[in-house]
């Protein structure tokens, strides 16, 4: 299944009309604030990227209510979380300014995120000075694998 999550009840439900009004089977979770709406992993590709471009729109609103009912201040402020998977299997969480990753991940995918985050860890976890084109000529570095 694929699924979407939103945490205000107002874009949620805007949502949940948008997947009615397309036709779109579904199916619904509430629990503690979260709001979640599954549909098939079967449905068409090109009805899924319409139904994830409506999703970020009402991600932006269920973000823009978030921010509107909740003043920041010491007893409430916010940040954005990446979790970095270390090279022992354990995890850390990188904390960064939620309107500076929207704009990221306003131009790069979850997964291109996740490969550059992935060469950040690696690098910090083992020290290389030395540039990639010695590292290829080393033969430490498979060019074509990575190009």
Not at 93 to 100: G, K, N, T
Not at 119 to 136: F, G, H, I, L
Request: hydrophobic content about 40%; overall charge negative.
């Amino acid at each position: 299944m694929l699924e979407y999550i939103l945490f205000h009840e107002k874009p949620f439900n805007l949502f949940c009309d948008f997947l009615q009004n397309n036709k779109i089977v579904f199916q619904t979770k509430a629990d503690n604030g979260m709001f979640e709406a599954l549909i098939s992993e079967d449905t068409a590709d090109d009805m899924v990227e319409i139904i994830e471009a409506e999703y970020d729109r009402l991600m932006l609103m269920n973000q823009e209510i978030f921010f509107a009912e909740n003043e920041t201040d010491e007893n409430n402020y916010r940040m954005a979380t990446i979790m970095l998977e270390l090279k022992d299997g354990s995890y850390t969480s990188a904390h960064v300014r939620p309107d500076l990753l929207g704009k990221i991940m306003d131009v790069i995918s979850d997964e291109e995120l996740n490969e550059f985050t992935r060469s950040m860890v690696t690098a910090v976890e083992n020290p290389d000075d030395r540039t990639y084109c010695q590292k290829v000529r080393a033969g430490e570095v498979d060019f074509k694998a990575t190009s």
